[in-house]
């Protein structure tokens, strides 16, 4: 199976700047998007092809991509922005269309 | 305005079967494929099934092949699946999500979801 790595858990001040990495063998050659999921809330796309932000987004989250690894980063992060975050990409042979990271739980101190 | 709206979740017995529904609207659904996707208690999103536009191709995750069945009902802007032979494994929210990828999927639009709980 093909899986995509994200840390459990990244804390921040606010203000400051989180970054929430996810990597996976396929990334080099599939794009990756995120996703926000608060509390009993459905999640919402926050980043899509690995760095194009969907229309209503705030201008403070950004994706970028480097070989294997993509990074979520929020700037100037805001008590509003604690939530779950996921990467969701592919593998290349098509046998696993649409994959989920584990999440990563961002915690607003 | 998207909508996406689940329904058909509730509590059954292992080894049982229920139908979720999925009804959109605000967008032409037979131009998308479809997805579901599940999210047991206090774990991660886990990717089910996928339909494409006029319900030919489908695709399972391996923890449900040959249990559970996604279809589409496209005059009724109505997505289903149905899920047989249930496991408690298969206890969790349900969220049907529009495609709106070309070359690859991702979603930018989800129901609400509906909870499935397999308990005896």
């Known amino acids: 199976s093909y899986e995509l790595t994200q840390p459990p858990s990244v804390s921040v001040s606010p203000g400051q700047t989180a970054r929430i990495t996810c990597s996976g063998d396929a990334l080099p050659k599939e794009h990756a998007y995120w996703y926000q999921q608060k509390p009993g809330q459905a999640p919402v796309l926050v980043i899509y092809?690995?760095?194009e932000r969907p229309s209503g987004i705030p201008e403070r989250f950004s994706g970028s991509s480097s070989g294997t690894i993509v990074t979520l980063t929020i700037s100037g992060v805001q008590a509003e922005d604690e939530a779950d975050y996921y990467c969701?990409?592919?593998?290349?042979?098509?046998?696993?269309?649409?994959?989920f990271g584990g999440g990563t739980k961002l915690t607003v101190l | 305005e998207v909508q996406l709206v689940e329904s058909g979740g509730g509590l059954v017995q292992p080894g049982g079967s229920l139908r979720l529904s999925c009804a959109a609207s605000g967008f032409t659904f037979s131009n998308y494929w479809m997805h579901w996707v599940r999210q047991g208690p206090g774990k991660g999103l886990v990717w089910v099934s996928r339909?494409?536009?006029?319900?030919?191709?489908?695709t399972y995750a391996d923890s449900v092949k040959g249990r559970f069945t996604i279809s589409r009902d496209n005059a009724k802007n109505t997505l289903y699946l149905q899920l047989n032979s249930l496991r408690v494994e298969d206890t969790a929210v349900y969220y049907c999500?529009?495609?709106?990828?070309?070359?690859?999927?991702?979603?930018?639009?989800w129901g609400q979801g509906t909870l499935v709980t397999v308990s005896s």
């Open positions: 092809k690995d760095s």
């Open positions: 969701q990409s592919a593998d290349t042979s098509g046998t696993y269309p649409v994959v």
């Open positions: 339909i494409n536009r006029d319900g030919t191709r489908t």
């Open positions: 999500a529009r495609d709106f990828g070309t070359t690859d999927n991702w979603f930018d639009s």
